[in-house]
């Protein structure tokens, strides 16, 4: 039986020291190190550097798990037990040397997310939850925000790398939003956005053409923090799917209503 509350803890510590190797490698870090692995989607020998680390540690945590991991270090084969990983989640963020940035790890059990840790590192700022324990940030308990009406929400909606099939939709949020919220952002991480629901920070995040790695450790956190989390069809079945809208409940439903009038090609 696997101890939850001591095993996310040890994640943290994992999280912590991937981030302490991203912070100094920045240090000596330039465009020329620089991949682009899609048209604006970017990678460099610090994202797989660090997941290479990562996978390493987490195997020697949990040597019976399998790995999704973003840069393709490690596999699943039908493990019980399996990290989600993004080493570097926030990667064109990091290459400006621009806030936020981290790490993103999650334990899951066959569907079902047990853990989630996320190191954001320029904060010095350490996200983490596991089922049924609560969310915490830095050994504080978290709770989302209590904002019920989206008039004075600070929300983000990021704009993904899929421009041909979400401009549309971007460009109608943005339109629909702007003016009638207290505030719009883009922060460029969403494991990081995520969790600042969690925290409340934000009052709501969304985001379409994301991956398994990039919400399923904020996504939790979120729900332990007593937030809702589904796909943009409203569905809470969102694991193998790639859109998602985080809130602190209050705001869910009007900001689902809003995201289907005019849903991304492909959906």
């Known amino acids: 039986m696997v101890n939850l509350q001591q095993l996310t803890r040890d994640v943290c510590s994992i999280a912590k020291e ?34 290479h680390k990562l996978v390493k540690l987490l195997s020697d945590l949990l040597p019976e ?79 989302v925000s209590k904002l019920q009406t989206l008039q004075n929400a600070f929300l983000v909606t990021e704009l993904p790398y899929n ?22 952002r883009m922060n460029g991480s969403a494991a990081v956005g995520i969790c600042y629901v969690a925290l409340g920070r934000l009052d709501a995040w969304l985001e379409a053409f994301v991956q398994e790695w990039d919400f399923s450790a904020g996504a939790l956190i979120v729900k332990e923090a007593g937030g809702e989390v589904t796909n943009f069809y409203g569905d809470s079945f969102y694991q193998t799917g790639h859109h998602i809208i985080a809130t602190n409940g209050y705001l869910h439903k009007d900001l689902l209503q809003i995201v289907q009038a005019c ?4 959906m």
Request: net charge negative.
């Open 18 to 51: 991937i981030g302490c190797y991203l912070r100094n490698e920045r240090l000596e870090f330039t465009i020329s190190d620089v991949e682009e692995k899609n048209s604006n989607d970017y990678v460099s020998y610090v994202d797989k550097t660090a997941e």
């Open 263 to 266: 849903l991304p090609k492909g």
């Open 163 to 184: 421009a041909e099939d979400y401009k549309r939709t971007g460009l109608y949020l943005i339109d629909k939003l702007y003016g009638q919220v207290g505030g719009i």
């Open 65 to 143: 798990a399998g790995f999704i991991a973003e840069e393709g270090t490690a596999t699943y084969s039908g493990e019980d037990f399996c990290w989600i990983i993004d080493p570097l989640d926030g990667t064109t963020n990091y290459i400006h040397d621009e806030a936020p940035y981290g790490v993103s790890i999650a334990l899951k059990q066959q569907e079902e997310v047990l853990v989630g840790v996320v190191y954001e590192v320029c904060r010095d700022e350490c996200f983490y939850a596991w089922k049924g324990g609560g969310a915490y940030m830095n050994n504080s308990s978290i709770h």
